[in-house]
């Protein structure tokens, strides 16, 4: 028994002496034009499900009306179209040098509109860590950030003038 548990101890100082020597030598490309790692996106992706855990049973506590809709626009515009632009805009050259590359959240196939709002309020409230998702959790009220969330909800179905009110 003693034998077993010193080979355990061993397995696992020679897989941390692995990591560390990999990582040493440069086996972690930290360039964002660098391929990602095998593994790497279903990683994070289970520690961003595991960290929003039951969020999405939050509900918006305003609701969902134009002017709402148009308070998210403003918003949207000032504090996250850089990175994540806005219907028909272009991705800025900032974003576009990003990795992982920001969602283009007005773009089919980027929306987040299957998403619960309680997810995208706690995304946008906390920020995703080494994605350059910041979080605005200290910085939009509530509101704000409960009007965003709303606001990327509901982007495939948005009125005229909120969609007018974005692209100006």
Request: proline share 8%; glycine share 10%.
């Amino acid at each position: 028994m003693r034998s077993f548990i010193l080979g355990i101890i061993t397995a696992f100082v020679l897989a941390i002496a692995g990591v560390y020597v990999f990582v040493k030598r440069g086996g972690v490309p930290m360039e964002t034009t660098a391929a990602p790692l095998p593994f790497e996106e279903s990683l994070a992706g289970m520690a961003i499900h595991a960290s929003i855990g039951n969020a999405g049973a939050q509900k918006n506590p305003n609701p969902l009306n134009e002017s709402n809709l148009s308070a998210g626009a403003l918003v949207f515009k000032e504090n996250c179209a850089f990175c994540h632009s806005t219907p028909g805009g272009q991705q800025s050259a900032a974003s576009t040098g990003m990795f992982p590359k920001p969602p283009q959240l007005f773009k089919p196939g980027e929306m987040v509109t299957d998403d619960p709002e309680g997810v995208i309020f706690w995304i946008v409230t906390h920020g995703i860590r080494l994605s350059g998702m910041p979080g605005f959790g200290a910085t939009l009220s509530d509101a704000e950030r409960w009007q965003v969330a709303m606001l990327l909800a509901h982007a495939d179905k948005l009125p005229p003038t909120v969609r007018a009110a974005l692209s100006h």
